[in-house]
């Protein structure tokens, strides 16, 4: 059965929860908005993070609107942590988030509603904000020779903690705080590791205080403006030299070798001829923002990317993205989700 309501959001992690607390200060959850999660459970990403992420290495966990995030062990896994937190803030503040729900397809409708086709059912809205962020979708690039790879291939979504590499020849692929990671792990239980990124790491000193977010995030905004296609706030902010970091660094675990020309069976060739053999890649080569079901609107441009101005898509102001190009960092998600309901709300004003 359809149902209507004035405002879909789907998505539950951070920036779909952010919007829907804003939205329940002026509309009724289920009569006035709707909040759509594939998820089956609260989390977010968070829920699929590997289980050897720990408060003490994750790279930041930001608080929600009006609820303090908990400060448990340094030792505590983030997937068991902030599930519960994010349980805890539907609970809470009453957002009666539907889940498990898959959004299919969200079409424009002849009165200039939108139509949302879920696997319970279609619902019309006249304001949508598309929360779906990006872990469903991991990029694996490809290179030549990589179909004849003779072992095992994964990416950072499969990643389960660095006892799957005991013994096992590795090659980590990517520049992120990811890669950084799994390095870190896998390199005492691993035969070798190997880094191999496409352009020089940038290391960033000093603390990442509020200002330097604020400016990474207006340069990756200055792209969606644009419709390019939008970088993660990381690769405009540099990799913190934490004295974790430091160390691996000293310790040759950080040494980064260029890309490689192509994948051998047994192991890569570079350009200049050099060989090194390995029986893992472990593609820690990031994600891509989960648009799919956006598809029959047309919201992308000639250059690839979704013209954007602020959390709102420029060709249809029905649309706002949050969790997309600035916001997909969780430093800007909560000022996303305000911002959205703001223009949202003058929107069905007019």
């Known amino acids: 059965m359809g149902r209507e309501v004035e405002v879909v959001v789907i998505g539950a992690g951070q920036a779909g929860l952010a919007a829907a607390h804003s939205l329940r200060r002026y509309f009724e959850p289920e009569t006035g908005f709707v909040v759509f999660d594939h998820n089956p459970r609260p989390g977010g990403a968070w829920q699929h993070r590997w289980p050897t992420l720990t408060f003490k290495t994750v790279n ?5 609107p009006d609820m303090p995030v908990p400060t448990p062990e340094e030792s505590a896994p983030v997937a068991e942590v902030i599930p519960e937190y994010f349980a805890e803030y539907e609970r809470a503040f009453d957002l009666r988030v539907q889940r498990p729900v ?4 969200v079409e424009s409708l002849p009165d200039k509603r939108l139509e949302v086709e879920t696997d319970r059912g279609v619902w019309t809205a006249r304001a949508l904000i598309n929360a779906t962020g990006t872990w469903e979708r991991p990029f694996w690039p490809r290179y030549r020779g990589q179909e004849t790879f003779r072992g095992l291939q994964l990416h950072t979504a499969q990643y389960r903690g660095p006892e799957q590499f005991t013994g096992r020849r590795v090659a ?3 520049g992120g705080i990811s890669a950084i990671q799994h390095l870190m792990e896998i390199r005492p239980t691993a035969a070798s590791t190997h880094w191999i990124t496409r352009r020089e790491p940038q290391w960033r000193d000093g603390e990442f205080n509020p200002d330097r977010g604020r400016e990474a995030v207006a340069m990756v905004e200055e792209r969606v403006r644009r419709g390019l296609r939008p970088r993660s706030v990381i690769s405009v902010t540099g990799i913190p030299l934490t004295p974790e970091v430091r ?22 060739v570079w350009a200049d001829g050099r060989f090194i053999e390995f029986d893992t ?3 820690a080569t990031g994600f891509r923002a989960a648009l799919d079901h956006l598809a029959p609107l047309g919201l992308r441009g000639p250059r690839g990317g979704i013209a954007m101005d602020g959390t709102r898509v420029a060709a249809d102001p029905r649309v706002h993205l949050v969790g997309y190009g600035p ?4 430093i800007g998600a909560n000022r996303a989700g305000r911002a959205a309901v703001r223009e949202i709300r003058e929107l069905l004003a007019t």
Request: charged share 20%; net charge negative; proline share 5%.
């Open 247 to 268: 160390a691996a660094r000293e310790a040759g675990v950080l040494d980064r070798l260029p890309m490689f020309d192509r994948i051998e069976p047994d192991g890569a």
């Open 281 to 283: 890649i472990l593609w």
């Open 102 to 105: 898959s959004v299919r397809a």
């Open 172 to 174: 980590v692929v990517g």
């Open 60 to 64: 930041g966990v930001y608080q929600l």
């Open 327 to 330: 916001s997909a960092s969780t």
